[in-house]
């Protein structure tokens, strides 16, 4: 297996800023040789609510993007993921332990999840009006706002993909935390989207655990918490957010069986 060049150095990434983390230092060590791979601080909980503000402030802007821009930018970034493609399954592979061919498997589903999702929107967006009775029922879309994206580590850049691609061409912005397992893999997605071109604010990074995860899908901006990972986590999302509809909150916790809760 090829090893990176250097480790990652942890920052988060803020209204189209880098900076360090001001929270707890943590550095993750690769299973596979025990060198490190991402060293740094993670997010307190006042550059989280940074983040879900300065992600709020971008939301008016980037709902009234035309799709066609929107949908350029993520193709930028598939084709990024694409040219560097192995630079990437490399750092999975490290990060994670994982088999590099498994590792490049799943650096083509982060692509390829990029032209599904362009399908999906370009199917199914559109507003649609049929007879009901003696009116006529109108079904229209529309961007929910902030959604937080909670990623998994083990399939750290497919899986949060396919929340983040879905939520930016639909309109909304993002704050991501990767799994404090694989956050150089996080990073490098963002790092991607940012070379792509995608305006400030519209993505944001965060670092860090649970206390992270909880300030963001608390606040009160946030629109939805999507979150693929463990039943255990699941279930406490779904408590913190109990009593709050205006939120979604979308599971796909354990084993193959998602669990949607709106």
Not at 7 to 13: A, E, F, K, R
Not at 106 to 132: F, Q, Y
Not at 189 to 208: C, I, R, T
Request: proline letters at 6%; charged letters at 15%.
């Amino acid at each position: 297996m090829t090893s990176l060049p250097t480790t990652t150095i942890g920052q988060c990434y803020v209204a189209g800023e880098w900076s360090a983390g001001q929270g707890a230092q943590w550095q993750r060590l690769s299973p596979a040789d025990e060198q490190p791979v991402w060293q740094g601080q993670w997010a307190t909980t006042n550059q989280t609510e940074q983040a879900i503000e300065a992600a709020q402030r971008a939301f008016a802007s980037w709902s009234e993007t035309m799709l066609e821009e929107r949908i350029a930018i993520c193709k930028s970034f598939a084709h990024i993921v694409g040219e560097r493609k192995e630079e990437l399954a490399t750092l999975i592979a490290i990060e994670t332990g994982k088999p590099l061919w498994e590792a490049r498997t799943e650096v083509s589903a982060v692509a390829a999840k990029v032209a599904n999702s362009i399908d999906a929107i370009l199917t199914r967006r559109w507003a649609t009006t049929e007879p009901s009775g003696d009116y006529l029922a109108v079904t229209r879309y529309r961007p929910h706002g902030v959604m937080v994206v909670l990623g998994p580590f083990n399939l750290p850049a497919h899986l949060p993909g396919a929340h983040i691609v879905p939520a930016l061409l639909a309109g909304n912005t993002v704050v991501f935390k990767p799994s404090e397992l694989t956050p150089a893999t996080g990073q490098w997605l963002v790092q991607a989207w940012q070379q792509a071109a995608l305006p400030a604010g519209v993505l944001q990074l965060v670092h860090g655990a649970a206390d992270v995860a909880i300030a963001a899908a608390q606040h009160p901006s946030t629109a939805g918490v999507l979150f693929t990972g463990s039943r255990r986590v699941g279930v406490s999302l779904h408590k913190l957010l109990a009593g709050q509809p205006e939120k979604v909150l979308a599971l796909e916790i354990g084993g193959n069986n998602p669990l949607v809760v709106h």
